[in-house]
């Protein structure tokens, strides 16, 4: 991955990020992280 492509990828997740919260106040960071941290949690499990 060049730097470029890892600037670009991180601007569009920043921008997803900002999007999220002045359209839905947060509401999908919340149901993602919850679900991330399950997905966590189960991977665990198979160690």
């Known amino acids: 991955m060049t730097n ?4 670009v990828l991180g601007l569009a997740i920043l921008g997803a990020i ?5 359209l ?10 919850r679900k991330g941290l399950d997905l966590l949690e189960w ?4 160690r």
Not at 18 to 22: A, K, L
Not at 25 to 33: A, E, R, V
Request: proline residues 0%; glycine residues 14%.
């Open 24 to 33: 839905w106040d947060g509401q999908h960071l919340t149901f993602l992280g």
């Open 43 to 46: 991977m665990a499990f198979w």
């Open 4 to 7: 470029t492509l890892a600037i």
């Open 18 to 22: 900002v999007g999220d919260v002045t």
